[in-house]
Structure formats: C-alpha cells, structure tokens
C-alpha cells in the first residue's frame, strides 16, 4: 500500500527555516516524482516544488526560489523541503505527492499523504 506521511511542520518566525520531511512507503521513491504542493483554507493548492530523481530535475515556483531546497535521501525513502528566509505569506498546510513525472497541476498526482501545518508568525 502506497503512503505518504510529512513531518517537519510547525511554528517558526518570520526569516526562520524549518525542514519538512516526506516518507514514502510501499513503493520506491526514487523511480518517480515527488512534490510539494500548500494550501490554505480558502486558497487554492499551489505547487511549491518538485524533485525528479530519474532525470535528475528539480522545480520550484517563482515565489520560493532561491528560499527554498528540495532533496530526496533513496535509501530513507524521503524527500524534504528545506524552507529558509521564510516569510508570513508561507503558512500553509503543506502536502507532498507522487506522480510519474513533475507538474504543478494536482490532478495528476495519484497519492498525497496528510499534510503539516506551517505558522509563520511573530
């Protein structure tokens, strides 16, 4: 059974980092693509970032670029989203989901974990 669970999430300042992780299990996370979408109630899910081990890509959206790192570890089976320099406008539920290949559109991930909140607040 496929599963995705993040951790990482929480409460940090204005300009602070936090590192949020991805574990998968029942499949092997290396053969596909992994991303990293947030939404906050009332929002629209956005894609923040995306990581392609078998072609070696990653992605980031205009707004986190630069702030933001994602990487995987195969032999953990996890992919994390390293977020520095972050800002109020950040804080979101964040999920991360699998697809055969990087997109920003998330009708064509197939499995999404839970999600973890991010507060970005003085």
């Known amino acids: 059974q496929v599963q995705l669970v993040e951790s990482g999430g929480g409460l940090v300042q204005p300009g602070g980092s936090l590192r949020l992780s991805c574990a998968g299990s029942g499949f092997t996370l290396e053969y596909y693509a992994i991303a990293w979408f947030r939404q906050a109630p009332g929002k629209e899910r956005e894609g923040v970032s995306c990581i392609s081990t078998t072609y070696g890509s990653t992605y980031y959206t205009d707004s986190i670029r630069g702030r933001f790192t994602i990487s995987s570890d195969n032999a953990e089976n996890t992919v994390y989203l390293q977020m520095s320099s972050l800002h109020p406008e950040d804080a979101d539920v964040y999920y991360c989901?699998?697809?055969?290949?990087?997109?920003?559109?998330?009708?064509?991930?197939?499995?999404w974990g839970q999600g973890t909140q991010v507060t970005v607040s003085s």
């Open positions: 989901a699998t697809a055969w290949t990087c997109s920003w559109r998330g009708d064509e991930y197939d499995y």
